[in-house]
């Protein structure tokens, strides 16, 4: 649906954009993902048409940037960080007036004020002056404002910077329900609201793409060891790492005395492993060779927070 190829944006001599290119299909939800000044605002900020591209295309269908950037933004609802709203307004005023804009007749205006009400959590501050509302319902009424049009395609900016975690989860759960239906495209440096809201993960950094695809493929490609614990009973240390070593794959075997074992002692053991490869029936195999007590076998895989800091920390 969204084509980006070679996108590259320049502020005299720096570079905040170089060289983009990326497919966003119909339907998903993408999350770009990044530290700050990394470029996420400016690549948003080309694809709504609010910044021309020193270099590159978009196209949008069968749209381009450069030759019909007023369709394009037809078909784009736009949250930027900050929503720039008349904070004297009541709320229904405001979304009444967005309507306006937006050319919908006084039936079809009421109608779709109401439903995004609805949609958005607003019903409770129809009459309140915005500059009265928390960060929470502002943000709410930007997304209201956001999605007047009915856009296909949903672009927001730090959609809950500065919320409180409640007002995060609740803006979250809006988010996933239009997801169902729109094409989103949502920037953060939160990594549990990626993880939790999008289906795939562009990280950027320093203005290029770091790495994309969804957060179990992030994982499997991000490379170096992963670790397995187990927890034995009846199992000595040394006999334990002479059973485990016999296993290609395995970089480092460390047991560790357990406490509470009474007469039967815990051993706590945690083995590094090369990425790559799936060892765990391999050790249970192993273990089961013996007449050791396997309690425990866990597996940990590498989060999403030490993935981005790999990929982002300063050489």
Known sequence: ????????????????????????????????????????????????????????????????????????????????????????????????????????????????????ADQCGLKEVMHQPIGELSKGYKQRVGLAHAMMNDPEILVLDEPTSGLDPNQIVEIRQIMREIGKEKTVILSTHILSEAEATCDRIVIIDHGKIAADGDTESLRQSAGGEYRITLLIQNAPADAVKKQLSQIEGITHILPAPEPGGGDTPLLRINIMCRAGVDLRAAIYQKIKETDWVLLELHQETKSLESIFRDLTKEN
């Open 1 to 116: 649906m969204i084509h980006i190829e070679d996108l590259t944006k320049y502020y005299g001599q720096l570079c905040a954009v170089d060289h983009i290119s990326l497919d966003i299909q119909k339907g998903e939800i993408l999350g770009l993902l990044g530290p700050n000044g990394a470029g996420k605002t400016t690549t948003l900020r080309m694809l709504t048409g609010f910044l021309h591209p020193t270099l590159g295309e978009i196209s949008v269908k069968n749209f381009t940037i450069k030759n019909d950037a007023l369709e394009i933004k037809k078909l784009i609802g736009y949250l930027p960080e900050s929503a720039p709203l008349y904070q004297d307004m009541l709320v229904y005023d405001y979304l009444n007036y967005v309507a306006g804009i937006r050319d919908l007749d006084d039936q079809n205006k009421t109608s779709r004020v109401r439903s995004l």
